[in-house]
């Protein structure tokens, strides 16, 4: 990657290791025979789809737009779930999706009789609620105690709605195959008694199969497990972060060096509140190129990273570099591609970072830019 070849700021994405993300996808899914899906919400890059669909073919969606998108970019009807229907979109809701996930019984209900009369069959399932997850951070866990998140098994009398034909849970985050063994247990304890009448499952997201160190055969083992108890289940996987997970960066540019009472920041031109909200949601701090998270006492050149807005919280801590840092050096953000372009904002009218694709041969597609028509079509 010819960093002087790259506009600032601008997301890369590196289609080699894109590529071998899928690869291992869809080899689980081959092997466990199962349907692993795109998650929209955490990678959208709809340039990179024709890459995508190469190896999957299906994509899950969680809004009109996304389904819309589904259809159109990943050239495939949606598995849809959102937590609450708009009456008037539902029609074009169902015109894009082959599957529609309620959060609800009472939604179900109220839009069981559109399903009825669609002009092909949509197939209808209900999120469940196991009421365990692994995840820690409670802005990500969808079992928390009064989760909004999904039916739990009480609300359902011991009786599936009529007309249902899956289930769908999501409990997981980042997480590993042990603990969607941990998620299976919980979920057939309380939902197993349906699984007979169904014609699928839905296992969400979360499943970071990708990520080094993931057990990837005890997760074929425990899907192959579960499929042997229930052979005429469909299962599917949803996972977001796992197709995008280490396949590119965010570039960014040192505009400035600031020193206030022996701290000094080096001011960026893109922003982490708006460019890489997750990094102060999370909270997490993200890897950078050349540079160590861990202060030591001999490190001499440490700067906290700020960014260009003017909230100030927009920084992260000290990183520790080998060379002081100056005006107009590049700084590279690891890992900036799952859940980084899609929770994007233009707060304080700052740049949106360019998109690009770095390609095998190492050429370099600049895909998208933004500019000030893109910030002001966002208002009114």
Same mark, same amino acid.
């Given at each position: 990657m010819d960093l002087k070849k790259i506009p600032s700021p601008c997301f890369v994405l590196e289609e080699a290791r894109l590529r071998k993300n899928l690869e291992l996808i869809a080899g689980v899914q081959r092997e466990a025979g199962v349907q692993i899906i795109l998650a929209f919400k955490g990678f959208a890059m709809w340039s990179a789809f024709p890459i995508v669909r190469e190896y999957v073919n299906g994509a899950t969606a969680s809004s009109l737009h996304e389904a819309r998108l589904c259809y159109e970019e990943m050239k495939t009807l949606s598995h849809t779930y959102a937590v609450a229907y708009l009456p008037r979109e539902f029609g074009r809701i169902m015109s894009y999706s082959s599957h529609i996930t309620f959060n609800s019984i009472g939604q179900y209900r109220r839009f069981k009789k559109r399903l009825e009369k669609a002009e092909r069959h949509i197939s209808p399932g209900i999120r469940v609620n196991p009421g365990w997850s692994p995840v820690g951070t409670a802005l990500y866990n969808p079992a928390a105690p009064g989760s909004r998140l999904g039916e739990p098994a009480e609300n359902f009398r011991g009786t599936l709605p009529e007309g249902i034909e899956g289930l769908h849970f999501h409990t997981l985050c980042e997480s590993s =195959?042990?603990?969607?063994?941990?998620? &299976?247990?919980?979920?057939?304890?309380?939902?197993?008694?349906?699984?007979?009448?169904?014609?699928?499952?839905?296992?969400?997201?979360?499943? /970071?199969?990708t990520r080094e160190g993931y057990d990837v055969q005890h997760l074929i083992g425990v899907l192959k497990s579960f499929k042997s108890r229930y052979p005429q289940l469909q299962v599917i996987l949803e996972p977001g972060s796992a197709f995008a997970w280490d396949t590119g960066v965010l570039v960014a540019t040192v505009l400035d060096i600031v020193r206030n009472k022996g701290v000094k920041t080096a001011i960026l031109d893109a922003s982490f509140t708006a460019h890489m909200p997750d990094t102060l949601e999370m909270p997490y701090r993200p890897r950078v190129r050349d540079a160590r998270s861990e202060i030591s006492s001999t490190d001499r050149y440490?700067?906290? /990273?700020?960014? *260009?807005?003017?909230?100030?919280? $927009?920084?992260?801590?000290?990183?520790?570099? $080998? +060379? !002081?840092? +100056?005006?107009?050096? +590049?700084? %590279?953000?690891?890992?900036?591609?799952?859940?980084?372009? *899609?929770?994007?904002?233009?707060?304080?009218? *700052?740049?949106? !970072?360019? #998109?690009? #694709? &770095? @390609? !095998?041969?190492?050429?370099? $597609? %600049? *895909? @998208?830019?933004?500019?000030?028509? $893109?910030? +002001?079509? @966002? &208002? =009114?």
């Open positions: =195959s042990y603990d969607l063994e941990t998620t &299976l247990g919980h979920f057939e304890a309380q939902f197993g008694a349906f699984l007979p009448s169904l014609k699928w499952v839905n296992f969400g997201g979360g499943h /970071l199969m440490c700067y906290r /990273l700020g960014g *260009v807005s003017c909230l100030s919280g $927009d920084f992260m801590e000290e990183y520790a570099f $080998d +060379k !002081p840092l +100056k005006a107009g050096q +590049k700084i %590279v953000f690891e890992d900036m591609i799952h859940y980084t372009m *899609v929770k994007t904002t233009t707060f304080n009218g *700052v740049t949106h !970072p360019s #998109i690009a #694709i &770095l @390609r !095998p041969n190492g050429d370099l $597609d %600049v *895909v @998208r830019k933004f500019g000030y028509r $893109d910030y +002001k079509r @966002r &208002l =009114s």
